[in-house]
């Protein structure tokens, strides 16, 4: 499925506090990572709504995620966890219509880690490459393709 | 405040030192009214904390907490930042001190540095970088650390390296070396040619007085200084003749001479834009370089090219032009000359002084030479003698070995020198060159006579001799030996004594004074006594000067000539030197032997037969080992590639370092620690074994930020180490060391458990004696160490020894039951201890701050922040050693003493921007866009033009533009023009990031009227170009999405106004212990009306149960006379037998009623609340507490002693158990008092009777700090000290005689005592009503039930509720001073508050929609700062902008969509996202 030439669209909300400025230490040590991630910045991930998520991938992201302190260390004491929460909603969301969860996520560093914040971009930038495009993709032709998941169901369920 | 009486009082106060401490400090004093001058030893803020990874016991990430607060202070426009500077003296008195800050050049604008960093990857020095503890390198120029404030960099510039202090020209050899080092040779030549015309001649026969210098000489060779520069010109010099300079000055310079110093000056004349000419009596230019010097040792074209490019400038060189003979000095200056240099050298030889010089044969060795070089070689005969040892001498001996007739072989040569080798004047080069081409060298003799025959020479009689006295100038002098007379035949002698003026010289320098050989001058201005006539070089003012010293001349004389004719405009050249710096001698131990790179040379025999140049030149490889030998003596080198590659122009390296005087109030020492250096600790192998780190390294390995980015690798061979150990009390509780340095212990869990997480197969061991975990939430961090299996031994080794081979490191140790045991481990962190820090010492020496027997600041009983000079105050671990939190607190609390001593001066010195009122805006968004280059670091990688002409094109853009940097004062003043010129109402720059940026930009918009929110930055730097600088295609397709999206964002966003809410002046203070006391005292001190409620009928709380204190002293009595003071204070209401109640309200706004026990209420308004309930002992029944009474407690035992009780003197012994019913599953926490209280009583006990046995059972003994030397007391005095764990309490019997079991674990038996009194340490509990008041004020309790305060580290006396604050034993089992400081703190932090006139609130805040809302009570409950309520009236959610803290929790979860976060509304989001995949039509 993976097609190497594909290059995802990815949308990524990151607190002020930590990822946001892990983000600026990646650039700092000059890590590089995939060009596909557009940085949102939030005051705290805890105002990441779920609309937010999908709302991106309705514009056309191929993957959406958020990047909020370490749990524990939130800035605003446990807006990370909300987010973490919703993330988890907004990937149930997607099960429903169809469209693979693992195109939301949420991750959590601290400011001091542009290796991981690197290392997360890289990371998820694979796993949206390994999805394909997303299925909201194109010219508001929403669910024309059918999902990656949903076609493997529809096979495994043909008679041989 | 501003009463309209003028202050007494200077309203400034100094803080020094940047730590974390010194930060919160210099915010609580600028936020509560006062200037505040921050200073700092290093070129940035942040101390130690910024060097952390992780930060105990919570783990929470270092930067992460460290970094705001580092921002915050940065932009407070009342805090002025000093870094690089030392407090040298404070004169004046408490209240108006004068202070003398000494400040290091950083060599960097901070002004115009914009932190692009492009001088780094330019900068060839690279030393080890102290930020990562030397684990990694960073460059001469450098950011402390990424995070860095000031956001400046700096010049890591020791003082001028030998060689260059040593240069006459002050070349920076250490900076070509290192350009050479990374095979930069273009720019190497650049650094050698800058100061020197004559590059190339000086890479072969100057006499380098830099070798002779060079630091590494005194490890092995000097490095071949001159070589290298021979090498960089060979290589690199110019191929070309260089483009003619325009003349740019009216006034002509004639130059006398075209020698080095002649041409020099005309190469510095020709630069600074004068016509000049130069007159040379010769038919060749070059003077003595050209005819004193023979090919094979200067060959004639290498000068020549040197000549070609200065006379290729546009200088005027006139050959056979004979001073005194074809013009005069007084002829040029009427020809229209305005300046003239005299530089005609000496250009004939002294006359010999011995008989028959006469004879045919004689020669003198100048004009030997001259001829020589000019291609007319005198007749020699077969044998030579040379007289003299310089450098003259061997050019001459080593030309006439080369003038070999055809026919025969090369002629004999002998140097005939008075004094020895050692003496030789001559270079050591050419004197071995020389005996390598066979010539002979006689020492030791005296020409007496030449011998003729003829008519012709025919010998030379000597006489030998001896050295004796040194003369005037050092060296010995040669004593001829009586009758020691010998011969020589020779058939040619050449004298080579000295050189003298040419006499028809002087005819041509009418009016110029000469005497002897040399013009008179003044050596400041190389001026003679004739107006407009200087002179220099050999002819000025002493004898023959080295090629070196005659460039220098030539280019002083074209700096005073400038200065002449411009008068007003000075040049100075080498007037403002750095001093001399080079390593030291324990730096120099470090460095490996490495002989020097040797240059290749002809052979001997072979060369002797012709002109060839000797030595070959070093090869590309050879030049590069050579170079890297060099030990970067002065780290910058000053090759100036940082001023080349600066695009700002921010480079200062001719700043020097300056004083300043400072007047201010008081002075705050928040100095910190230093680490102690386990070096000086020979057995554990730190510096000596690679494998052993100190835990400060340790740190710095494991940040993600770090050198290994957070991999745990051995140093030895970058393996993951399997087995770990951490040894405890490196530098504490040692003869050296008699404290406890209280953090220690913390760490290493948190390290331990830090290696679990990036090494899971890994467990580590700890080496201790004590777990020290008396602090909040200490003891919980142990819990989890242990439960995820750190295994701890209680054990102190004494040697780590390392297998070489494997450098695996085996650690000898002694269990609790006295047996041996031996652990290998592959990795070994010392728990290095806090010492005084030596820089604050000094400083407190200057301040006259007296210190304590430790080193440590030396503080008063009750008076925990007071120095022994009034005014000033230290915070931290100066005062003893602490940990975060507590320095957090004290500098809050130092804050509150400089309040309080400077009240009357309070808003005196602060000031408030103006701002231009915001003009109306158009209604439709006009976005004006503003791409920054930021020198190379955006535009190396990213089509910055092309991302400026797509932002034209987006919807609502009127206006998009490129700028180098766009945060420099042009850019910003140019954004300014354009938001008037073009209508701008909305502003987006493309940059960097928003974090450091931001507020820059924002306030550009407030200065030209527009509101500040009307502001969006895309982030094209770190989060582009940096992270994708091989992608560049891509990186600008990026940046352009960026930019889209910011461009939408920006339509979308609208005007915030921040408003002034009202703020009632006044405090209530809940609580009348010695903090709740103390805390009022001090607002009441500051001027605030404070309410001092305390629910019983004193003050003074638990505290006045104690007997004495460890120092000694009744508390009682400090209690009492605080109580007075607050009496005494008009501002402070004392509210006894009274509880608070109704509190409502928001910050600034409180209102609550006073319940006095008669049911009188008093309604009182106020700012803030400070809780300061304090805790209680407890009574549990537990070893007969309570059944007996020979078992008491703690408090009990201090109303005996104070009510001197008989049953004291009785006790014939006396037993102690500490943590009585603590550090078990039902108490897990430490009460941190007890082990210090129990231990002075036992010592007190101990002391009256000493023959009486005192037990003290302990499960750990906390003497944290410096009370650890009561506990080394009571050792040395005999109280026995048995340890116990909660698997073999204490075994006491109380029915009838009291009996304790234990077990002794040393002896490996149960023992049994029968003590008549048995004390109780028993914990300490929350207060009674903590439940009550935590439910009145909405602030949350821990588990145990004490307060829980915002944040461990950084906010320990806030709540997260804004406006309520905490101290004292409420938070936490507290001593005394610790419980005062505290209490200051809370005052200080409420200070900061209460001075403010109103309130700020609005901004980037919540807001319900009073329509939409439900009232269902989702935001109630959400918020963690409890700042919704239901109104009352309206029956909806209301959320005081003053309180809100802006992280939209709410509105996330608001089911009706009723609240909106201003500034990132759903629109603006929205906006961003849809323009992520938005095409341009």
């Known amino acids: 499925m993976a097609d190497h030439d594909f290059e995802p669209e990815i949308i990524v909300f990151a607190c002020h506090y930590c990822a946001y400025a892990a983000a600026d230490l990646a650039g700092s040590m000059r890590l590089q990572y995939p060009t596909n991630i557009r940085m949102i910045k939030l005051p705290c991930t805890g105002k990441l709504e779920i609309i937010h998520l999908l709302k991106a991938l309705e514009a056309g992201a191929d993957g959406v995620y958020a990047a909020g302190c370490m749990e524990g260390e939130c800035h605003y004491l446990k807006g990370n966890l909300w987010a973490r929460k919703r993330v988890e909603y907004a990937k149930t969301l997607l099960v429903e219509l169809g469209i693979e969860p693992e195109r939301v996520e949420m991750y959590n560093m601290s400011s001091a880690m542009g290796a991981r914040f690197a290392e997360v971009a890289n990371e998820f930038t694979e796993r949206i490459r390994q999805l394909g495009p997303s299925p909201l993709r194109g010219d508001g032709a929403a669910l024309d393709v059918v999902p990656a998941t949903v076609a493997a169901t529809a096979e495994e369920g043909q008679p041989t | ?1481």
């Not at chain 2, 808003?907 to 701002?915: A, F, I, P, R, W």
């Not at chain 2, 008037?980 to 940059?991: H, I």
């Open chain 2, 1 to 1481: 405040m501003s009463t309209g009486t003028p202050a007494k009082s200077t309203g400034a106060a100094l803080v020094l030192g940047g730590g974390v401490a010194g930060i919160q400090c210099s915010l609580d004093l600028a936020e509560g009214g006062y200037k505040v001058y921050l200073v700092d030893k290093s070129s940035a803020l942040g101390g130690h904390m910024a060097q952390l990874d992780k930060t105990f016991p919570t783990n929470d990430c270092s930067m992460c907490t460290l970094a705001p607060k580092l921002v915050e202070a940065g932009r407070h426009l009342n805090i002025d930042i000093v870094t690089n500077s030392e407090l040298t003296a404070l004169e004046g008195a408490p209240g108006n001190f004068t202070a003398t800050v000494y400040h290091h050049a950083r060599f960097v604008d901070p002004d115009k540095c914009t932190s692009c960093g492009e001088c780094v990857p330019v900068c060839p020095i690279t030393v080890d970088d102290q930020y990562n503890e030397g684990l990694g390198e960073r460059k001469a120029i450098y950011k402390l650390y990424p995070q860095a404030i000031p956001h400046t960099y700096v010049v890591d510039k020791k003082g001028y390296a030998p060689c260059k202090s040593n240069c006459p020209v002050e070349t920076s050899a250490q900076g070509y070396i290192a350009l050479i080092a990374e095979g930069r040779f273009a720019d190497a030549y650049r650094v050698a040619a800058e100061p020197n015309p004559f590059p190339s001649v000086c890479g072969r026969i100057c006499a380098h007085p830099c070798e002779a210098a060079c630091t590494r000489g005194s490890v092995d060779e000097p490095i071949s200084i001159a070589g290298l520069k021979r090498f960089v010109c060979d290589t690199a010099g110019p191929t070309e003749l260089p483009d003619k300079l325009p003349v740019t000055q009216s006034e002509k310079v004639a130059i006398v001479g075209g020698g080095p110093a002649g041409l020099s000056c005309a190469r510095d004349l020709a630069q600074l834009g004068y016509a000049t000419t130069v007159f040379e009596a010769l038919p060749v230019a070059g003077g003595m370089l050209r005819v004193g010097i023979p090919d094979h040792r200067l060959p004639h074209d290498v000068l020549q090219k040197e000549i070609d490019q200065i006379v290729g400038l546009g200088v005027d060189l006139r050959l056979n032009q004979r001073a005194g003979v074809d013009f005069t000095v007084d002829g040029l200056q009427k020809d229209g000359y305005s300046a003239v240099f005299v530089a005609t050298g000496l250009q004939t030889s002294a006359p010999s002084p011995v008989k028959g010089d006469d004879l045919d044969g004689c020669l003198p060795a100048v004009e030997f030479l001259r001829e020589l070089n000019l291609g007319n070689p005198p007749v020699i005969g077969d044998r030579v003698v040379v007289i003299g040892g310089g450098d003259v001498a061997f050019d001459t001996a080593r030309g006439a070995a080369r003038l070999t007739p055809a026919s025969s072989k090369a002629p004999a040569v002998t140097i005939a020198y008075r004094r020895t080798r050692a003496e030789m004047p001559a270079s050591a080069e050419e004197i071995d060159e020389g005996l390598d081409e066979q010539v002979k060298i006689e020492y030791l003799v005296a020409p007496v006579e030449i011998i003729g025959s003829g008519g012709k020479v025919s010998a030379i009689k000597l006489q030998r001799c001896k050295l004796g006295e040194p003369d005037e100038k050092g060296r010995r002098r040669p004593e001829p030996i009586p009758d020691a007379y010998f011969e020589i035949p020779c058939d040619t002698v050449i004298f080579a004594i000295g050189q003298a003026i040419v006499e028809d010289f002087r005819s041509g320098l009418d009016g110029v004074a000469v005497e002897g050989n040399a013009v008179t001058i003044d050596e400041q201005t190389m001026a003679t006594g004739h107006s407009g006539v200087f002179a220099g070089g050999d002819v000025a003012p002493t004898g023959p000067l080295t090629a070196i010293e005659a460039i220098a001349a030539g280019r002083k004389a074209a700096a005073n000539i400038h200065n002449y004719l411009r008068g007003e405009q000075l040049v100075s050249l080498w007037t403002d030197s750095l001093a001399e710096y080079r390593p030291g001698d324990a730096e120099l131990a470090k460095v490996t032997v490495e002989p020097r790179v040797h240059m290749p040379e002809h052979d001997g025999a072979e060369r002797r037969r012709n002109w060839v140049e000797v030595r070959t030149g070093y090869t590309e490889e050879q030049a590069i080992a050579e170079a890297k030998r060099c030990l970067q003596c002065a780290v910058c080198s000053e090759c100036m590639e940082c001023v080349r590659a600066c695009g700002p122009g921010a480079l200062l390296h001719e700043e020097r370092d300056s004083e300043r005087q400072l007047a201010v109030g008081a002075v705050v020492m928040a100095t910190g620690f230093d680490a102690h250096d386990p070096g000086e600790h020979g057995e554990y192998g730190y510096r000596r074994y690679p494998n052993v780190l100190s835990a400060l390294e340790y740190e710095r390995m494991l940040s993600a930020s770090g050198p290994t980015i957070g991999d745990v690798l051995r140093p030895s061979d970058d393996a993951h180490p399997k087995r770990i150990a951490f040894i405890q009390c490196v530098g504490s509780r040692d003869q050296d060391h008699e404290y406890c340095s209280s953090v220690c212990c913390m760490y290493a869990n948190k390290q331990a458990l830090l290696t679990m997480d990036h090494l899971p197969d890994v467990t580590p061991e700890v080496f201790l004696m004590d777990m020290r975990a008396m602090g909040k939430g200490f003891d919980a961090f142990y819990q989890r160490a242990l439960d995820r299996g750190v295994k701890f031994i209680r054990s102190r080794p004494s040697t780590i020894k390392e297998d070489p081979l494997s450098r695996n490191l085996s650690i000898d140790w002694e269990d609790e039951s006295g047996h041996l045991h031996t652990s290998e481990y592959d990795f070994v962190v010392l728990s290095v201890g806090l010492e005084p820090a030596r820089k604050a010492q000094e400083a407190a020496g200057k301040l006259g701050v007296a210190l304590n027997r430790h080193g440590f600041c030396e503080l008063r009983e009750y008076a925990p922040l007071d120095t022994s000079r009034e005014g000033v105050f230290v915070v931290g671990p100066f005062g003893e050693p602490k940990d975060i939190p507590d320095s957090v607190a004290q500098a809050s609390a130092a804050a509150a003493k400089v309040m309080t001593g400077l009240a009357d001066s309070r808003g005196t010195l602060t000031v408030d921007k103006e701002y231009p009122a915001e003009t109306p805006m158009e209604e439709e968004p006009r976005v004006g866009v503003f791409v920054c280059h930021c020198g190379s670091n955006i535009a190396g990688v990213i089509d910055v033009e092309s991302v400026t002409d797509y932002a034209t094109k987006l919807p609502g853009v009127v206006y998009a533009t490129d700028n180098m940097y766009t945060c420099s004062s042009d850019a910003l003043t140019l954004i300014k023009e354009k938001i008037v010129e073009e209508k701008l109402n909305r502003v987006v720059v493309a940059s960097c990031t928003p974090r450091t940026h931001e507020p820059i930009f924002q306030d550009t918009l407030r200065e030209a009227g527009l509101n500040p929110f009307l502001f969006e930055m895309a982030n094209i730097r770190d989060q582009a170009s940096w992270v994708h600088a091989k992608e560049p295609e891509r990186a600008t397709a990026k940046a352009k999405d960026l930019v889209r999206m910011s461009v939408a964002r920006a339509r979308m966003l609208e005007p915030l106004y921040k408003v002034d809410v009202p703020l009632t002046h006044a405090a209530v203070v809940i609580g009348g212990g010695i903090a709740g006391m103390t805390a009022a005292l001090a607002l009441g001190d500051m001027g605030y009306e404070v309410h001092l409620v305390e629910r019983t009928a004193t003050l003074g709380g638990h505290v006045l149960e104690i007997d004495r204190t460890l120092r000694g002293s009744k508390p009682a009595e400090f209690v009492a006379e605080l109580e007075q003071r607050l009496v005494d204070n008009p501002n402070v209401k004392i509210h006894l037998e009274s509880e608070l109640r109704d509190f409502q309200g928001f910050i600034g706004n409180f209102s609550s009623v006073v319940v006095a026990a008669d049911g009188k209420r008093t309604p009182i308004e106020h700012g803030v609340v400070i809780v300061a309930t304090g805790a209680r002992e407890e009574r549990p029944t537990l070893y007969g507490l309570g059944a007996s009474q020979k078992v008491v407690t703690g408090m009990d035992l201090e109303k005996m002693f104070a009510a001197d009780d008989p049953a004291l003197a009785a006790a014939k012994s006396v037993g102690f158990i500490l943590c009585a019913g603590s550090l078990d599953d039902n108490k897990p926490y430490c009460s941190r008092t007890c082990c210090a209280q129990s231990i002075k009583n036992a010592i007190r006990l101990k002391q009256a009777q000493p023959d009486r046995p005192v037990y003290v059972w302990y499960k750990e003994i906390r003497t944290f700090g410096l009370s650890e030397e009561y506990y080394t007391k009571a050792r040395e005095l005999g109280v026995i000290f048995t340890r116990y764990d909660n698997d073999s309490l204490p075994d006491v019997s109380a029915d009838g005689a009291l009996k304790v079991g234990y077990r002794d674990p040393y002896v490996g038996r149960d023992m049994e005592v029968a003590p008549d009194l048995l004390v109780l340490a028993t914990p300490t509990i929350p207060s009674e009503g903590n439940d009550k008041t935590s439910l009145l004020l909405k602030v949350p309790l821990t588990a145990e039930g004490f307060f829980l305060e915002a944040h461990v580290k950084l906010r320990p006396v806030d709540f997260s509720s804004e406006g309520i604050f905490l101290c004292g034993s409420a938070h936490y089992p507290k001593g005394i001073e610790e419980a005062i400081s505290q209490a200051y703190a809370a005052a200080g932090r409420a200070a900061s508050i209460l001075a403010k006139p109103a309130l700020k609130a609005g901004g980037v805040v919540a807001e319900v929609d009073q329509e939409k809302c439900a009232a269902c009570l989702t935001c109630v409950r959400v918020c963690p700062y409890e700042v919704p309520i239901i109104d009352v009236a309206t029956k909806k959610a209301k959320i005081e902008a003053a309180a809100c803290q802006g992280c939209g929790v709410c509105v996330a979860e608001c089911p009706a969509k009723a609240i909106v976060l201003h500034h990132y509304t759903d629109a603006q989001i929205f906006a961003k996202e849809e323009a992520l995949t938005m095409e341009l039509s």
